[in-house]
């Protein structure tokens, strides 16, 4: 992740409180994504223009179940984690100013990291306003049609083939080579392929044709009427025929095993997605084959993992960000901030704990402890 504490050490300039315009790109995307496409937008990625590779990126999360799915899940992981920052050295009206960033914009700042660590980019400007005296962000606009050139390997917007000038203090302007969304591409294209021939193979085997005989000697207009009856024969619930005719449904049982093919690679594909994303697959997988309690173990471990990943992320990701504005409001100083993921509590292990600490050691606990770690209503007031 870009450093940003080079700045931050150095005398900031207040960011003005008006919007930088930035212009949209005309580059579009929004038809199905193609083999020659994903390819045009990795040779466009690594001469430094990130907008073709975006937009097939912002195609997946917007329409592919798959996709949209297993990022939910790890949004809400990270949103569900505890974000705090050491108050060491802060003034009050400084841990107040950020515990209400925290409080406004906790789960956007999960939202942004995750974009960063998706896509490659996290490209905001960051809108302020006074407030009690201090410059305060109210909003982090983003910009989906924003032509993003690589300079220094940071984002910056350009503007009829020339880059936009932008104050630090009022962008946040991240890039990070490895992401994920770069390696499932392929598995994405596969998908679709295999969903339309699948749709095609539906339409084509499901319904039966109708094939019908007639004998010599019929008549044009027995022929023409005939074919009229056939044309809607799939969709009537009766029929009169001649004696002289007989129609047969053709039969495709044999065809199954080339209907499985497309559902196992639909499957396949699915898993390959959702693992990428999520680090495993056996959420979905365990309820068919069986889960044993080992593998939810291993499964569970993974999720910890790749969520105190993201955790770090974030605390670092916010440590910078929160730096910046401490500089801009308050003269400078780091913000150390400290992201946990929200971790399950065996209660019986966890009771047993605090009696030992309490009768044992003779640590005291405030009584809203008691009331918040075991859900224990506390008594009402009396009045």
């Known amino acids: 992740m870009l450093s940003m504490f080079k700045r931050i050490k150095e005398k900031i300039t207040p960011p003005t409180l008006t919007a930088v315009e930035i212009p949209e790109s005309t580059f579009s995307l929004r038809s199905e994504i193609a083999p020659h496409q994903i390819l045009s937008a990795k040779t ?10 975006l ?30 920052f050491s108050t060491d050295g802060l003034t009050d009206t400084q841990i107040s100013y950020f515990n209400g960033l925290i409080k406004r914009f906790g789960a956007r700042y999960c939202d942004m990291l995750l974009d960063m660590k998706l896509t490659s ?27 993003l050139r690589l300079v220094n390997n940071k984002p910056i917007p350009f503007h009829e083939g020339k880059p936009i000038d932008i104050n630090l203090a009022k962008f946040i302007s991240l890039y990070r080579d490895d992401h994920i969304f770069y390696s499932i591409m392929r598995y994405h294209v596969f998908q679709i392929f295999a969903i339309n021939n699948w749709a095609q193979f539906t339409e084509t085997f499901g319904k039966p044709p109708r094939i019908a005989k007639y004998r010599p000697g019929t008549t044009q207009t027995e022929k023409e009427q005939l074919w009229e009856m056939l044309q809607n024969f799939g969709t009537d619930l009766a029929a009169m025929v001649s004696e002289n005719v007989t129609i047969d449904f053709a039969d495709f049982v044999n065809k199954t095993g080339s209907a499985d093919l497309y559902d196992r690679l639909c499957e ?24 044993s309690y080992a593998q939810a173990q291993v499964h569970e471990m993974v999720r910890t993992d790749i969520l105190a990943g993201d955790c770090r992320d974030l605390d670092i990701f916010l440590t910078e960000h ?10 400078g100083g780091e913000i150390d901030v400290i992201v946990q993921p929200k971790t399950k509590v065996n209660l019986m292990e966890r009771i047993q704990i605090d009696n030992m600490l309490w009768n044992n050691i003779g640590i005291d606990f405030p009584e809203d402890y008691w009331h918040q770690t075991y859900g224990v209503p506390a008594p009402e007031k009396k009045q």
């Open 44 to 53: 466009m990625r690594k001469r430094g223009h990130l907008k073709p590779l």
């Open 55 to 84: 937009g097939i990126y912002r195609i997946y999360r917007e329409e592919d179940d798959s996709v949209a799915s297993a990022c939910d899940t790890r949004q809400e992981a990270l949103k569900a984690a505890h974000i705090a």
């Open 121 to 147: 980019t996290l490209f905001r400007q960051i809108e302020y306003d006074i407030e009690d005296g201090f410059y305060t962000p109210v909003d982090y606009i983003e910009y989906p049609d924003a032509d």
């Open 268 to 291: 396949y594909c699915d898993d390959r997605i959702t693992r990428r994303i999520l680090g495993n697959t056996l959420t979905t997988k365990a309820v068919s084959t069986g889960g």
């Open 322 to 331: 929160f730096s910046m504005l401490n500089a801009i409001n308050f003269g």
